[in-house]
């Protein structure tokens, strides 16, 4: 409906007004300070940058609901990915957040989203441009691996730390006896964080040949 059309695509905006000031501040901070700004990349965005991952829960909504026709389990994924790696992992961690990997993270999350987001609204309107069309089912095919690379080893590196500040490790008294020890939590969470972009590739390339298949192609021409 008009409606949900109207709702869409004003999230999509609101999203993308938050990328793009992420993205474009982490290029100005880069041309500015050089590597120095690498370290504060969290501290100097790390803000705006949670309110778009929370704000990114309501597509799981979306879908669910039944307004968005993406697959369900894909996106709940890689919500869930960046969910965890971002308030789980490194900001719990404050000595995870000055690490050059959250950079690199936050640069390729975001480099993604800003393609997304201005594909997402300008579909809204019925437009479709096909090198936007081409680089938004194109680009994540070797940009979100790398994501996944970049998490894991933000993981790796906040693994020492939380051995030793035994953050989030739960010990039950008696007579539970039972025990969490989060860093193992972590480990198996990287087994499944690699089953899980074995899915998401194959499924990105599902969605690559169903938008950039020739038909398609001609049909968004036309």
């Known amino acids: 409906s008009f409606t949900m059309n109207t709702y869409l695509f004003v999230y999509d905006l609101m999203q993308f007004c938050g990328h793009s000031w992420i993205f474009t501040n982490m290029i100005?901070?880069?041309?500015?300070?050089?590597?120095?700004?690498?370290?504060?990349?969290?501290?100097?965005?790390?803000?705006?940058?949670?309110?778009?991952?929370?704000?990114?829960t309501l597509e799981i909504l979306h879908i669910l609901i039944g307004i968005d026709k993406s697959r369900l389990f894909p996106?709940?994924?890689?919500?869930?990915?960046?969910?965890i790696v971002l308030f789980v992992v490194i900001n719990s961690?404050?000595?995870?957040?000055?690490?050059?990997?959250?950079?690199?993270l936050f640069f390729l999350w975001n480099l993604?989203?800003?393609v997304r987001y201005t594909y997402n609204m300008l579909a809204r309107m019925g437009i479709y441009y096909l090198p936007l069309t081409w680089l938004n089912f194109s680009l994540c095919i070797p940009l979100y691996p790398?994501?996944?690379?970049?998490?894991?080893?933000?993981?790796c590196l906040s693994l020492p730390y939380?051995?030793?500040f035994g953050t989030y490790s739960i010990k039950l008294p008696f007579p539970f006896a039972f025990s969490i020890y989060f860093p193992y939590v972590l480990k198996m969470y990287l087994l499944v964080l690699f089953i899980g972009m074995c899915f998401i590739i194959q499924n990105l390339f599902s969605e690559r040949k169903a938008h950039l298949g020739t038909g398609n192609i001609k049909k968004k021409r036309s």
């Open 146 to 155: 790398l994501s996944v690379l970049a998490k894991a080893f933000a993981i």
């Open 162 to 164: 939380f051995e030793s």
């Open 112 to 114: 993604l989203d800003v």
């Open 28 to 56: 100005i901070r880069f041309m500015s300070f050089g590597k120095d700004s690498l370290a504060d990349t969290f501290y100097s965005i790390g803000l705006v940058m949670r309110l778009c991952q929370l704000l990114s």
């Open 93 to 104: 961690q404050e000595e995870v957040q000055g690490k050059y990997v959250v950079c690199v």
């Open 75 to 83: 996106r709940f994924l890689q919500i869930t990915e960046r969910i």
